[in-house]
């Protein structure tokens, strides 16, 4: 669904991507996660041809992402970290962009949005910053667009509302559906992301799926503080240390996402040996 091959960006001077290469394929729920400046916001932008890259190519749907072919764009539906709504009620929204969406789901829409709380007759101008938000992914959501591209979802959601984002966008999945979800919070989608991308240093360092991931790796409670090398991560908790080794048993070890994003930042070299696959691994 979105093939990228040696992208290369940059803002003036200043290079963010380096011959970045991912495949996105339909039917999954891709987490992307980085630290601030790492270009997720960037990427997400290039995917759906807000931005243009410098070289290497970048197609979505088998066509290039910047044309903005309407055959494509009727497929994606791109929620910004900074949002903005204009003034009309939601009932005005859906009639005016609705159309855009030629499978759009107007009985949905309605029960997403009484979920949700929001009153269709008030004006999305007066509507609160987490209600704004709410209602961008009740209208996503009833798109049934192949794409949901989703920057900081849950940012400005209240707990309920946190709770019903993840039901609703499980539901909304289908074999035939791709969503992208860059996020800081990962606790808010941690049951729900899968296969987990990171980027660091203008690469995709790792690209693999929970399955993957809980085979290979293992977190362990600890009394005593670890010797350095024993171990691919540690973190002092209050019950002594939280460490991240290999997993060697046959039985799936378990991770939290927090704890396999700082592993894969402090141990790069490490999880790219322990995730390669001959010679061609989900880490860079």
């Known amino acids: ?29 891709y987490g992307l996660l980085g630290k601030n400046g790492a270009g997720k916001s960037t990427l997400l932008k290039l995917m759906v041809g807000m931005l243009e890259p410098q070289e290497g190519t970048l197609r979505v749907m ?10 494509v764009l009727a497929e994606i539906f791109y929620l910004s ?36 709380e929001l009153d269709e007759e008030k004006k999305l101008t007066n509507y609160s910053y987490g209600q704004k938000k709410k209602f961008l992914l009740a209208f996503g959501l009833a798109t049934d667009s192949g794409m949901l591209i989703l920057d900081e979802p849950t940012n400005g959601l209240d707990i309920p509302s946190k709770s019903q984002f993840r039901r609703l966008v499980a539901e909304a999945m289908s074999d035939t559906r791709t969503v992208i979800i860059s996020t800081h919070q990962v606790r808010d989608v941690e049951n729900l992301i899968d296969p987990v991308i990171i980027i ?23 009394s005593e503080e670890p010797v350095v090398g024993s171990v ?41 040996e322990l995730f390669s696959k001959e010679g061609k691994g989900g880490v860079a």
């Open 232 to 272: 691919l991560y540690s973190e002092q908790s209050l019950r002594g240390y939280t460490v991240v080794k290999r997993n060697d048993g046959e039985e799936p070890g378990t991770i939290d996402l927090e704890t396999l994003f700082q592993t894969v930042i402090s141990s790069r070299k490490e999880v790219r």
């Open 62 to 71: 088998d066509r290039n992402a910047r044309d903005r072919s309407p055959m």
């Open 200 to 222: 660091e240093d203008g690469h995709i360092i790792f690209h693999e799926t929970m399955e993957q991931v809980t085979g290979k790796l293992k977190v362990e409670q600890v």
């Open 81 to 116: 970290e900074d949002i903005s709504v204009p003034t009309m009620t939601a009932r005005e929204y859906e009639m005016v962009y609705a159309p855009f969406y030629p499978r759009f789901r107007d009985e949905d829409f309605k029960r997403y949005c009484e979920e949700f």
């Open 1 to 29: 669904m979105i093939d990228i091959k040696d992208l290369s960006f940059r803002y003036d001077k200043a290079p963010l991507f380096r011959e970045l290469s991912l495949s996105v394929t339909e039917g999954n729920i």
